[in-house]
């Protein structure tokens, strides 16, 4: 099974928040399994650099564009690291030599579907896109906030309205799957209230000339969601990563926030469909973090920097919280205390505690070793099952019932008592038995945590007393 597998590309326009985080992490994990299962994968995140709203924010901040936009992308870039993000390729739509020939080229293959015309509509500059009177709330965009600006310009059009019915049969069928149903169902309605011809390109003017040029138009530029989609093929060139990836894939995955599936459910299969491109398997949809009922935003002011998140209360701590507490559908709520009494719950009493209970009673028992058992020969396909359902609260909490299977072991059979007892045999199968329960969570938890796993693994390997691989957190804040 050959998968490739993207997120969305955000705005550069500021510094990536806990929301960003979010989505990486979620990607990684299912990027880091399938590895971990011996399948091939291809893991591609990146930033769109060509957003009007990053010329805006660097007009607003006093600052050259490219400038700007160089010093948020390489922010972004920079999460590998401490978020331990394990991406094959990183493209910058404005940065990549792959990315605007591309465009360009995707640009000529719609060319049947794209048409000029004048227009004149209410533009929300955050959302980068048209909206309708009738979507906006209070004359508001129910997303920003904000009071969509009147645009009146010449813009290229996509025949949009020529694809409802092969979109609507795509998505009603699952040929290309929306998940979770509540995503599906929405995107459905959409299509079904009936689509209109979209613009597809703005005035260079307008855009001081930052972005892909329109082919055969310099006076345009090519509108930033058909640039910004374009980045799932342009990173792949028209060779033999192409060939390989997008249409020798049998998944292509794209991990994406809730308020951009119009653009990938039904823009970019329109694009494909019109391009005589393949079209991704699947569309997988997070919803929002919140700070006190707020969706984060730098705007907000309540951006949390998963940076510091992380440099504070380490990586496996953020990680965790990220894939343990976050809903699979409704927004969910972020807080410090959340994060710290998650980790000290599930890793340092839980998993961190049954391993180094557990081999302290080798140790003291058996100093000369003993050799784990075959045991939970379910679990994997059961976390197979989840993720593949993009379900990781359900994946965690078959790892966490292996930690209570250990614990329960340990509280039923009473090792001490064993050994006290005279009962060798038995407490070796004991033993035994509580180290393949370690081991598996051990292992099974490396797309999750992955050095919270290896550290776990070469714990297990040692022969030293053990030492608490999670140290509690709930009294380590200043």
Known sequence: MTTYLTTAIPYVNAAPHLGHALELVQADVLARHRRLRGEPVRFLTGTDDNALKNVAAARAAGLEVRAFVDANAARFAGLKGPLELSFDDFIRTSADPRHAPGVEQLWRECSADLYLRDYEGLYCLGCERFCAPAELVDGLCP?????????????????????????????????????????????????????????????????????????????????????????????????????????????????????????????WLALLLSAGRPLPTAIFVHD??????????????????????????????VRWWLLRDVAAVGDTDFTVDRLVQRHDQDLANGLGNLVNRVLTLVRKYRPGGVDPAPVGVAVPARIDEALAAFDFRAALDTLCSVVDEGNRLVDSERPWELHRNHAGPRLDEVLATLLGWCRLAATELAPFLPTGSARLLAQLDATESPSPVFPRLGGSRS
């Open 143 to 267: 997303e920003h906030f904000v009071a969509p600006e009147p645009v009146a310009e010449r813009n290229w059009f996509f025949r949009l309205t020529r694809y409802k019915d092969q979109i609507l049969q795509i998505l009603e069928t699952d040929f290309v799957r929306v998940h979770p149903p509540a995503r599906r169902n929405e995107v459905l309605a959409f299509v079904r209230a009936g689509l209109e011809d979209f613009s597809v390109s703005r005035p260079a003017v307008r855009a001081g000339g930052w972005g892909v040029r329109v082919p055969d138009d310099p006076d345009q530029v090519v509108y930033v969601w058909w640039d910004a989609l374009a980045n799932y093929v342009t990173a792949l060139g028209d060779g033999d990563l192409y060939s390989r990836w997008w249409q020798g894939s049998d998944q292509r995955i794209h991990v994406i926030g809730k308020g951009i599936v119009r653009f990938h459910a039904v823009y």
């Open 288 to 317: 929002y973090l919140t700070v006190d009922g707020a969706k984060l935003a730098k705007s907000a002011g309540n951006a949390v920097d998963p940076v510091a998140l992380a440099d504070r209360y380490g990586t496996d701590a």
